[in-house]
């Protein structure tokens, strides 16, 4: 059974660098045809796509973070990471790690998630 | 971006009654790539519906899900004690996936 698990600081100061990783047990983040993605729910307000990471390391992020956002691979520690720069208070939120496949699907395997609180 | 609008806001219902949800999409889902959630507090959203249809693994086949083009719709037949939860649709058709804001299913 493929589980995924989120690690992180809880607490980020404002336009410091968000950063978390995903653990992925149960599976191999090189399997073919798979995508590791991120995604965050601020408090009481719905989900939303950060980005996703391929197999192969190809990344696809969203329009409205793209510019903030990078994602990437540690193949050896079998998990996958997101940083997300120049934060501020609207960045507060779960953020989850979750997986796809192929690309154009909906997530079905997701982490726990992980509050991120920015705050000075 | 696709944006997805979800109806109700609340929906206010007693066990072993029939639930229905709606997601309008702006404009047409590419291939019905129409996905529904279940999410309860504290947890990750869960997988129900995709594909608008297709349920997924360890789905009760007391959720379903209809609709294409602009018009999706989740239906619980007989409500649970444990189905109480917010539900989200999800377009995953495009480079820019989104979430609808949820309908929130409670005990009237």
């Known amino acids: 059974q493929l589980q995924l698990q989120e690690s992180g600081p809880g607490l980020v100061k404002p336009s410091e660098t968000l950063s978390l990783s995903c653990a992925v047990s149960?599976?191999?983040?090189?399997?073919?045809?798979?995508?590791w993605g991120w995604i965050r729910q601020p408090p009481g307000k719905w989900p939303e796509w950060i980005g996703s990471?391929?197999?192969?390391?190809?990344?696809y992020y969203s329009p409205s973070l793209k510019s903030r956002v990078t994602l990437f691979m540690d193949v050896s520690k079998n998990q996958f990471s997101l940083r997300l720069s120049s934060v501020t208070a609207a960045d507060t939120a779960t953020y989850y790690c979750?997986?796809?496949?192929?690309?154009?699907?909906?997530?079905?395997?997701w982490g726990q998630g992980s509050l991120v609180t920015v705050s000075s | 971006e696709i944006v997805l609008t979800q109806s109700p806001g609340t929906l206010s219902l007693s066990p072993g009654e029939r639930a229905t949800l709606s997601c309008r999409a702006g404009?047409?889902?590419?291939?019905?790539?129409l996905a529904w959630y279940q999410q309860k507090p504290g947890q990750a959203p869960r997988l129900l519906i995709y594909?608008?249809?297709t349920r997924a693994t360890g789905i009760p086949d007391r959720f379903s899900g209809s609709g294409s083009g602009t018009e999706y719709t989740l239906t619980i037949s007989r409500l649970e004690p444990e189905d109480f939860a917010v539900y989200y649709c999800?377009?995953?058709?495009?480079?820019?996936?989104?979430f609808g804001q949820g309908t929130k299913v409670e005990i009237k």
């Open positions: 979750a997986r796809h496949t192929p690309r154009h699907a909906p997530f079905d395997y």
């Open positions: 149960g599976g191999s983040i090189s399997t073919s045809g798979y995508y």
């Open positions: 990471i391929y197999h192969s390391g190809s990344t």
């Open positions: 404009q047409s889902v590419s291939s019905n790539y």
């Open positions: 594909g608008a249809s």
């Open positions: 999800q377009q995953y058709g495009t480079s820019q996936q989104a």
